[in-house]
């Protein structure tokens, strides 16, 4: 049992993100040299999916463009014997790999987006990414890890993740009973309680396998918050029919929908870089010799 699908929905406005993601979609802003797609992408494959579904805007023609193969920048790269450049920019979709773009016709939310995927998804099992959440640092990228928890129980399986009490209000907070190491079953839902509201402060993040199901709940969801079709309410509803599991994956997990998340994001990440990491390193500690906090003359707003 595999999961053969990905769903990654693009089409937000990204309006944290603006104006720099007026005219291009938010999961095409790079973090130190990759676009947060490729990112997601790349975790899909690694978790065994072999076809890419994106839940696209009008205005996100660029990640249809970064999946295209591109002859002529491959044929001058290689006239100029720049192997590598030329091996990166072919590891942008490994072959046997398919892509299916799928236009989101009004933004009317995160489960509104996941619908527009039945025609591409049918009657199977499928894996959603949301590639603002970038999930690195651990040995097996955080979807991989929730196939093998899917694989063996067979049923939707939620990433989640423990917040800060404070920062419940961010996130669709769940109720669980748990039933192994890191794994629950999730017992209620509910979507950005206050901390005092909250079951619990396990957040769902950027990473589900759903079943087929959702689509007829979806269908079903009434328009929440701001008038959006929340993916919480058809979650709650998939609750009462199958179980739906709850797993603490392994690894860091940079929200990179908020600049400051973004912003740590590209920092970690270029410490590690295998090209600039060590000049990025000394670079940060010449910066930040002799910092204090009372002496703060930096603001650029
Ligand atoms: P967000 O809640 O981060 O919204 O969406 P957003 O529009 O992308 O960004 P802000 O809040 O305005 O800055 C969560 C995920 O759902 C997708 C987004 O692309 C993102 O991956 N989404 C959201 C859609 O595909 N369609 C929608 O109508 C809404």
Redesign the pocket.
């Known amino acids: 049992m595999r999961i053969r699908k990905a769903v990654?929905?693009?089409?937000?406005?990204?309006?944290?993100?603006?104006p720099a993601?007026k005219a291009s979609?938010?999961?095409i802003l790079p973090v130190v040299d990759k676009p947060l797609i490729q990112y997601a992408v790349k975790e899909a494959i690694a978790a065994g999916a072999e076809e890419m579904v994106f839940?696209?805007?009008h205005t996100k023609n660029s990640i249809m463009d970064h999946f295209d193969r591109d002859y002529e920048l491959e044929a001058t790269l290689e006239a100029k014997g720049k192997e590598e450049l030329l091996k990166a920019v072919k590891d942008v979709l490994p072959p046997g790999i398919s892509c299916v773009y799928i236009r989101?016709p009004?933004?009317?939310?995160?489960g509104?987006?996941i619908n527009c995927a039945l025609p591409a998804v049918g009657d199977q099992d499928f894996a959603v990414i949301?590639?603002?959440d970038l999930i690195a640092g651990s040995f097996q990228p955080c979807m991989a890890q929730m196939q093998r928890v899917y694989q063996e129980y067979g049923t939707s399986v939620l990433a989640v993740q423990r917040v800060p009490w404070e920062e419940t209000y961010k996130y669709g907070i769940v109720e669980v009973e748990p039933i192994g190491p890191g794994l629950s079953e999730i017992r209620g839902i509910v979507e950005k309680p206050d901390p005092d509201k909250a079951p619990s402060n396990l957040a769902v993040v950027?990473r589900y396998i759903l079943t087929p199901r959702i689509f007829r709940l979806l269908d079903k969801t009434q328009p929440g918050a701001g008038g959006?079709i929340q993916l919480t309410d058809a979650i709650e509803a998939l609750m009462g029919e199958q179980t739906v599991l709850a797993y603490e994956f392994e690894g860091t997990r940079y929200d990179c929908?908020?600049k400051f998340g973004y912003l740590k994001a590209n920092v970690e990440m270029g410490l590690q870089h295998h090209e600039i990491g060590d000049e990025f390193r000394s670079y940060l500690k010449n910066l930040t010799a002799g910092w204090d906090d009372d002496n703060d003359t930096s603001r650029t707003d």
């Open positions: 990654f929905p693009v089409a937000g406005l990204g309006t944290r993100f603006l993601t979609a938010k999961e839940i696209t805007s989101q009004e933004q009317m939310g995160l509104h987006a949301l590639a603002d950027g959006e929908g908020s």
